[in-house]
């Protein structure tokens, strides 16, 4: 009888894993892929050019103004002209900027981050957009993105039917090369 019931059970819960692996239906595409060939990246690029160039024309302004303390301090203590605690001055002076510099080099790396983050919440939004539509017209469950932002893939092996990319690309106006 415990034999009776351990197999019906073990039957039903096969029976059960076959409906559910049969209402599943998993495609995949490469997000990266169609980032980059969508015409509003090219925008973007260019926005966050512009804006790394204006971070970068900041911090070379300060690194100028650190360079020539640095010139003149040397030149003043090659020369003896100064006090030690006139030098102690201006090494402290010195450190405090090169401090700043540093700083401000930081805070334009998260800057440019959120800029870029930023500037891509309209892209991925449409590229979304398209991907939802692929997934409720092809009746799929999932779509899971098969790279990394490495582009390491992250399935190594998928039917091709199960591909989505060209769809989505198709959706979104783009011709991949």
Known sequence: MKKRILILGLILAFGM?????????MGFTNVELLLNYMPEMKNVQQSL????EQLQAQISQKQNGYQKKIEEYQKLQE????????????????????????????????????KREELLVPVTAKLQEK???VARE??????INNTVGSG????????ETMDVTDQIAAKL????E
């Open 131 to 133: 991907i939802d539509e």
């Open 49 to 52: 050019a512009r804006y790394e």
């Open 173 to 176: 106006g783009i011709r991949l």
């Open 79 to 114: 020369t003896n002209s100064m006090t030690q605690a006139d030098s102690e001055r201006r090494v402290t002076e010195i450190q405090k900027l090169e401090q700043e510099i540093q700083n401000e080099v930081q805070q334009a790396e998260l800057d440019l981050l959120k």
């Open 17 to 25: 894993v076959s409906v559910l692996n049969a209402q599943t239906k």
């Open 152 to 159: 390491i893939p992250t399935i190594l092996y998928g039917m």
């Open 138 to 143: 092809g009746n799929f469950t999932y779509i």
